[in-house]
């Protein structure tokens, strides 16, 4: 279905830790380099494709590599990426000389493409928008100076997309609702590998499954909570995992030590939390806010039945409660209790159903969905 090569396309997304953001890009740049005539580039601005650069599919202009020695989360990781994007410009503009992109597509700190904009007049710049927006002050500033002048923006839902024409004035058909192609084969693949050996006992009973960066926004403590009364009023016959790194692990950790929770496992980082999933019971989200929460996406390609909070965006317009997921009510315990009680008192063809209603949700992510649905912006 490849057409001949019309233009060069950049995508830019500087950042430190190992977000679903990274793998997002790679989705985007590997559909548009498989689907359309296009020769697309990776800016790799702080080293954060570097477990990429063997794929033939895919092609990266390096800046520095210094991902593996500063901190990925935190506020530190904030400032060191603003501050490696701003002193990136010239790297950037010399990129844009040489290759002659048409488009940059952006998945984070797209206010420096669209600074250049002012230099480059025909270069045209689509901001993908890889979370939900959460507004202050300062933030609505930058967004009504740079994001205002955005040749079109991308969002995962529908909420985002008013959201966003709403505080930033931007015209409605600059604005279209795009997932991001994170669902690919290799997951299947990956999720049939052997779990560790120091790790299969967590298998041998029902296993919840969680998986994100220990931060705020995911809001583990809930989920600790919830599963703690759950195992005091209910059953105590389930392990309970989180995968993940971030600045909350000790305060996690903590909890669980005060607690005497040890069936609740912090696992970290795993590169391929797939066979920890597809696994799992159930996967069940907490989060405070998703965008829409790539590895609640990912559950539902692995038939793995989905527990969420009713949280913005994304998680509160794709999951239709008892239909296609379970949601209870963010910040509500004993409503988180009661829907584990309600999935676990489900038959085996009820959960199963669960799973299979959420595969037209799942359809949404794929590569080539992506590819169909740029090329009514990409032209």
């Given amino acids: ?74 506020r530190l990781s904030k400032f060191l990426i603003m501050f490696f994007s701003i002193i990136a410009v010239p790297f950037l503009i010399r990129q844009i000389i040489i290759y002659r992109p048409k488009y940059i597509i952006t998945g984070l700190v797209g206010f420096i493409p669209l600074l250049l904009k002012f230099f480059f007049k025909k270069l045209i710049i689509i901001n993908s928008i890889q979370g939900y927006p959460r507004f202050n002050i300062f933030r609505l500033l930058i967004w009504k100076f740079f994001y205002s002048k955005s040749d079109h923006i991308l969002t ?35 999720s049939l590998e052997e779990i560790d050996s120091n790790e299969k006992f967590i298998f041998k009973k029902k296993v919840y499954c ?32 989180i995968i993940g790194e971030g600045e909350l692990r000790n305060d996690l950790a903590a909890y669980i030590k005060k607690n005497n929770l040890d069936n609740f496992y912090l696992l970290g980082f795993k590169s391929n939390p797939y066979k920890y999933l597809c ?23 692995l038939n793995v039945p989905i527990l969420s909070s009713n949280c913005p965006n994304g998680p509160n317009e ?5 239909f296609n997921g379970l949601k ?16 676990n008192a489900l038959d085996v063809k009820l959960k199963k159903k669960l799973s299979i209603n959420f595969k037209d949700v799942v359809a949404n992510y794929t590569q080539f969905r992506f590819f169909k649905k740029m090329l009514r912006i990409i032209v």
């Fill in 210 to 241: 969680a998986i994100g960066r220990l931060t705020l926004q995911k809001n583990f403590f809930e989920l600790l909570s919830g599963f703690k009364k759950y195992s005091q009023e209910v059953e105590k016959n389930f392990n309970l995992i």
């Fill in 328 to 343: 209870y009510q963010l910040g509500n315990i004993n409503d988180l209790v009661n829907k584990i009680k309600i999935f």
């Fill in 1 to 74: 279905m490849k057409s001949n090569v019309k233009y060069t396309i950049f995508f830019w997304s500087p950042m430190l830790s190992n977000v679903g953001t990274l793998n997002a890009i790679v989705g985007m740049a590997k559909s548009l380099n498989r689907y359309s005539g296009h020769k697309i580039y990776i800016l790799d601005i702080l080293g954060e494709f570097r477990n990429f650069y063997n794929n033939s599919e895919l092609n990266f202009l390096c800046f520095v590599k210094i991902n593996n020695i500063f901190p990925s989360t935190g």
């Fill in 318 to 322: 794709i999951i239709v409660d008892g």
């Fill in 156 to 190: 995962m839902t529908n909420m985002t997309k008013q959201m966003i024409g709403n505080k930033i004035k931007i015209e409605t058909g600059k604005i279209s609702v795009v997932e991001n192609p994170i669902i690919y084969r290799e997951i299947k693949r990956l």
């Fill in 279 to 301: 696994r799992s019971d159930l996967y069940v989200s907490t989060s405070l806010w998703e965008e829409p929460g790539h590895t609640l996406i990912e559950a539902g390609y």
